[in-house]
């Protein structure tokens, strides 16, 4: 058996795969899918040949930010809600711990979907087939934000209680990640007061938004999976959930690129409102440009607990630091402040 990182107690995934049916005599192998930020990524084959994934969160929350305690939750939440939907090809969830307890840890255990991250084809695939493949996943996004939630906010209520208004709840989540600033000292281009002035700017349109939907937040090229011959390749999976919350379907876009517009990309909006009745209006895009500011906050504030290299972290200060800026400017633009 390949074993992962570190030995001991913290990564002795024996009792987990047992309590999931899998037995030590039928795992082949056991290796470290690299790539993650936060949680451990295992990829489990037995001997059957059948493989699956199993994510295992850090044993303490003191290094993560306020959202990222309970991402798991929030992982098995968009799989499950999403489980069935034609064309949103999610891992089944075979099992999972969401608490631990009875001496094992929290984890997930799913399928493996098929196919390549699709940022790894992305330097050879042609303009046509890149074009149709973004009017597939404005399609594939249109059907997963059909589904709705219970409240606005993340399922597992970290940084605050579901909330029946999405300014609430977006207003508690961007806090949050105001507050991990000052815990970790983390460097920002503005004061804390021009987020918060370019929030109260938007309260309006924040109010427009009625119903809480399926919103994956993390939806760079890197969790989207293609498989197929070249020039024929289909989305076949939508991968790593976890920072899933129930919002705004718009909050989805910054996501999709993170230093451009994806609301002006022709192909994935025809694709995505050619499915929905969404208008991007000036109060539209204003919201588009909040989400986008908090994407940029979490980037920034969260090279403090990940570490992140000293050539990383000023490409960021730069590029993100400026686009951040930039977005707060347009958000209070936008709505007339």
Not at 15 to 40: D, F, H, K, M, W
Not at 186 to 206: E, F, I, N
Not at 283 to 288: G, K, M, N, P, Q
Request: charged share 25%.
């Amino acid at each position: 058996m390949t074993e992962p990182p570190g030995t001991g107690e913290d990564m002795d995934t024996g009792p987990i795969l047992e309590q999931a049916g899998i037995p030590r005599s039928r795992v082949a192998s056991l290796e470290p899918v690299g790539g993650g930020t936060y949680n451990t990524l295992l990829r489990v084959c037995t001997t059957d040949g059948t493989r699956s994934m199993l994510k295992l969160p850090p044993r303490s929350h003191t290094a993560g930010l306020e959202y990222e305690h309970g991402l798991l939750t929030g992982e098995v939440t968009y799989y499950r809600r999403a489980a069935g939907l034609h064309g949103v090809p999610v891992p089944s969830v075979l099992h999972c711990r969401l608490h631990d307890e009875d001496g094992l840890r929290k984890h997930l255990l799913m399928s493996e979907r098929p196919g390549s991250a699709w940022n790894t084809l992305a330097d050879t695939m042609p303009a046509h087939e890149r074009s149709r493949l973004r009017r597939s996943l404005g399609r594939t996004l249109a059907r997963a934000h059909s589904v709705t939630g219970p409240g606005f906010g993340y399922p597992a209520e970290s940084v605050a209680a579901l909330s029946p208004g999405w300014r609430t709840a977006f207003t508690a989540m961007l806090e949050a990640v105001l507050r991990d600033a000052d815990r970790y000292s983390a460097w920002l281009p503005v004061p804390h007061s021009a987020v918060r002035s370019a929030l109260r700017s938007a309260a309006m349109a924040l109010d427009e938004v009625e119903t809480p939907v399926l919103v994956h937040f993390d939806l760079w090229e890197g969790n989207i999976l293609l498989q197929g011959p070249p020039g024929e390749r289909e989305i076949s999976g939508i991968v790593d959930g976890e920072r899933m919350f129930w919002g705004d379907p718009l909050a989805e876009l910054p996501s999709l690129h993170v230093t451009g517009a994806a609301e002006d990309d022709p192909d994935l909006m025809a694709g995505y409102l050619g499915a929905t009745a969404h208008r991007l209006d000036d109060s539209a895009r204003a919201r588009i440009q909040l989400y986008r500011s908090y994407l940029y906050l979490i980037m920034l504030v969260e090279t403090v607990p990940r570490r992140t290299s000293r050539k990383e972290t000023e490409w960021l200060r730069t590029h993100i630091g400026g686009a951040l800026k930039a977005a707060l400017s347009t958000a209070a633009r936008l709505t007339g402040s």
